[in-house]
């Protein structure tokens, strides 16, 4: 079973100004259980507005978007209260995500009592611990409180919060992008490992071509709100059809190294 299905899903936002942004463009795409699927595109392409979407945090104005064979534009808040815990999201900023006033503890621990996920104390702490442990972070965090970490360390809390539910599918959108690249390789590392020891479906969200190469399994442009181009990861960036992926790419590329052969040939 697919653990994504969405058709056609549009939305607009008014602006302060009066106008009207269209966000997302007449999207459709599925992702099968255990896949990576990337999306790239620059920003204001409507990555994250389509994040937020596949969750139900923003409500589509049109279209259907089915998870786990649940249509999740038709349940009910309290309804989507309960399955918050399997469709998790892991944000950008790690900080302005996690409650500065809360201790590490309190906020993983959050999501299992929202959620009423195990029942006593002893459990949920053990729980949080456990979790914690699964992201790097020894029992000594627990009391400590999100300013008191680094950019990385808050965002393992941010992950480990998600994780603590026992999601199957999340959505990390740009979760290394505000890391420093050695810091960045070793979460991206530690969510590939997760993925297979917990069975995890990701939807990647990025603007580093890079990453999404080493990272998904498949890939969808996008660009003004709309896919421009799916495919395998290989295919799509090894032989982009589309010009804007040309384009997008070929901004994209690293300096080229010295060499004297390039100079003479470009001189
Ligand atoms: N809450 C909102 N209100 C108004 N406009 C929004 C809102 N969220 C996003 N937008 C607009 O929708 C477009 C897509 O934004 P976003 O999904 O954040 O793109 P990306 O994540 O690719 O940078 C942008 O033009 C942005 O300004
Ligand atoms: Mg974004």
């Not at 992201?135 to 999100?146: H, I, W, Y």
Request: net charge positive; glycine share 6%.
């Amino acid at each position: 079973m697919a653990i994504i299905e969405m058709k056609d899903v549009r939305k607009t936002f008014r602006t302060p100004q009066g106008t009207t942004v269209t966000a997302v463009d007449g999207v459709s795409f599925g992702v099968e259980r255990g896949e990576t699927l990337g999306i790239i595109g620059e920003s204001g392409s409507g990555k994250s507005t389509l994040g937020r979407l596949i969750l139900r945090l923003n409500e589509a104005d049109s279209g259907s978007i089915f998870l786990e064979g649940e249509d999740i534009r038709a349940l009910s808040k309290a309804q989507l209260r309960k399955r918050r815990r399997r469709w998790q999201i892991v944000f950008q900023e790690p900080f302005a995500s996690l409650n500065p006033r809360l201790t590490i503890r309190q906020i993983v621990e959050e999501p299992l009592v929202v959620s009423k996920t195990y029942g006593s104390r002893t459990e949920r702490l053990q729980r949080v611990i456990e979790t914690l442990n699964e992201v790097g972070l020894s029992e000594e965090f627990l009391n400590r409180r999100p300013a008191n970490l680094s950019g990385g360390q808050q965002q393992r809390v941010g992950i480990a919060r998600c994780l603590v539910t026992d999601p199957t599918l999340v959505v990390l959108d740009e979760p290394t992008s505000s890391l420093d690249l050695t810091i960045r390789a070793s979460i991206l590392r530690m969510l590939a490992k997760l993925q297979v020891a917990r069975d995890l479906t990701y939807v990647f969200i990025s603007h580093d071509i890079e990453t999404v190469r080493h990272f998904c399994s498949r890939v969808a442009v996008m660009h003004h709100g709309q896919f421009v181009e799916t495919g395998t990861t290989h295919e799509v960036l090894s032989n982009p059809q589309q010009p804007y992926t040309q384009a997008l790419m070929a901004a994209a590329l690293p300096p080229v190294p010295y060499s004297p052969e390039a100079k003479a040939a470009t001189a």
